[in-house]
């Protein structure tokens, strides 16, 4: 089944879900899998391919709830808060996106880093919230907002500010948790 790898006591109407999915048969791969949810609230996978299906069909709004449930069965789920910060992103609800993305990224999932560095952000390497990025500066001072990510120079770590100074760091002068080194502003130009 690749990465949906548990199984849904939806049984019947999952599989028919599945294979209409495959088929690029999204309208048709919903209504299966909303089948297949009546079955079993429960099953992650039933919860996240119906907001897929939903959302690939063009019905975003309605792609929201079995894609939120999906994260609340299954923090972990790292392609149910990927799907979900795209489907939000398309409503417009940004802040959220971010949110979702970002711990899609600390998840590991394959596609989110990419996309948060397009947007320019990072996440926390320590508790997955988005982090922004600032443009390269050679100035001797300069003040960071509470959203502003702080890369290591030595490893690659990249905490959040909140991260940071909970570890008892200065914040004039943080050091990295994990190996010691110079912590300066998540840059633009960084490849983290």
Known sequence: MGIF??????????ELGMSLWRQGRGEEAAKAFKDAVRADRRSVDAQSLLGASLLESGDVKASIAPLTRCVELAPDHSDGHNTLAMALGRLG????A????????YLKHPQAPETLR???????RRCGDPVEREEPSDADVRFHGPRVGMECLSCPTVLCVR???GNGASGVAPTCPVCGGTLRALRTDSEL
Do not use: K
């Not at 971010?98 to 990224?105: M, P």
């Not at 397009?118 to 926390?124: I, Q, S």
């Open 93 to 96: 609800r940004t802040g959220e």
């Open 5 to 14: 790898s548990r199984r849904s006591n939806g049984g019947d109407a999952f």
């Open 118 to 124: 397009g947007m320019g952000l990072g996440y926390c």
């Open 163 to 165: 991260c940071v100074l």
């Open 98 to 105: 971010e949110v979702h993305l970002a711990h899609a990224a």
